[in-house]
């Protein structure tokens, strides 16, 4: 039994090892260095005085105390990697958005309504606006899925008067040249925006200019009218404080949908973390289990009846596109 435990012990630290290798090496090839070379050399660096480190040194206990000497010394200078608003950006993230908040009122800068001909090419478009809080009556879950069930693009979008939509889009500000990784957003490849947008621009976006069309589902939620204000104001102060002080994204912790939670959390709201967040494309039905959602219905015919594409693709970009795709969605029910 006791050489057992001692196989089994020495089994999980070498797995540790060539985890915290494995990690270490991708955090150098994808580091801050300017060099691709120099990035991976330093990446191949690590794994070889790894492999050394324990092929050298004769006592185990040594060697290993070497290396997470080392492992510490690497993540010291990892975490001193900050991320920046001063990179040549995407056109489409370039432009970074804020809000002016006096008492009741909110004066949105660089909403995004951009001019689309196709994903790629377009006109960009902001505006300003001014919303009044004591309109704010109701915020909507939007979900966007475009590689199966598990996986989702999650929105909030808020109303006013119930003809006003503002939406809030948190995503990946990439630089010029760069696409999306899941892999590459745990090594902080990617700053963080929050895109503040007219549903004309994020809906129709990825309804009817990407290709494939991504399939995309508008939710009435039945959160209070006094967490809608308190939500509405968090993402307003997310999004004024990425312009001070900047965040990497990061896949799994600061997403699209985890800062939805972050955000509800923030002002003491009801939102645990679970894993149908992480997999997001389950965020939806959890919102469901949670009563955030209308329950009269069963969570498959709420999913059906709340999908918008033919109603996007009919409507085209006309002023009073949120109320018309909004037309013959389940009523959203009274908050709990």
């Known amino acids: 039994m006791t050489r ?9 630290v070498a797995l540790a090892i060539a985890l915290m290798t494995t990690w270490a090496a991708l955090a150098a090839y994808w580091s801050d260095i300017p060099n691709s070379t120099a990035r991976a050399f330093l990446a191949f660096s690590i794994v070889l005085a790894t492999i050394l480190n324990f092929v050298l040194i004769r006592h185990k206990s040594a060697a290993f105390l070497v290396y997470l000497a080392a492992f510490v010394l690497f993540t010291f200078w990892w975490c001193a990697i900050e991320p920046s608003n001063g990179k040549n950006w995407q056109p489409d993230v370039a432009v970074l958005p804020y809000a002016e908040v006096d008492e009741d009122t909110v004066t949105v800068r660089n909403i995004r309504n951009f001019a689309y001909r196709t994903e790629t090419d377009y006109t960009p478009r902001y505006y300003d606006k001014t919303f009044n809080l004591k ?24 109303s006013f ?36 947008a007219d549903e004309r621009d994020v809906i129709r976006l990825r309804t009817d200019f990407r290709r494939p069309a991504e399939d995309v589902y508008i939710y009435r939620t039945r959160v209070p009218a006094e967490n809608v204000r308190k939500l509405f104001l968090e ?8 312009r001070v002080k ?44 949670m009563g955030s959602l209308d329950d009269s219905l069963a969570f498959e ?3 059906a009846r709340s999908y918008v594409n033919p109603k996007v693709r009919a409507i085209g970009d006309v002023p ?17």
Not at 4 to 12: A, H, I, Q, T
Not at 248 to 266: E, G, K, L, Q
């Open 4 to 12: 057992f435990v001692s196989v089994f012990v020495k089994v999980l």
């Open 135 to 158: 309109q704010l009556d109701s915020v909507d879950l939007i979900a966007v899925y475009w590689m199966g069930d598990a996986i989702a693009h999650v929105m909030m979008s808020f």
């Open 161 to 196: 008067a119930g003809k006003d939509y503002l939406c809030f889009s948190i995503e990946t500000r990439k630089e010029v040249g760069q696409e999306y990784s899941s892999l590459k957003g745990f090594f902080k490849q990617y700053e963080l925006i929050y895109v503040a």
């Open 235 to 242: 993402y307003v102060k997310q999004m004024n404080g990425l």
């Open 246 to 289: 900047p965040e990497f994204y990061n896949t799994i912790t600061t997403n699209c949908t985890t800062d939805v939670v972050r955000n509800f959390r923030a002002f003491g709201g009801n939102v645990r973390y679970n894993w149908k967040i992480l997999l997001s494309g389950y965020a939806p039905e959890y919102a469901y289990e």
């Open 301 to 303: 015919e709420l999913k």
């Open 320 to 336: 009073d596109f949120s109320e018309k795709i909004r037309e013959g969605l389940p009523v959203r029910a009274s908050a709990k």
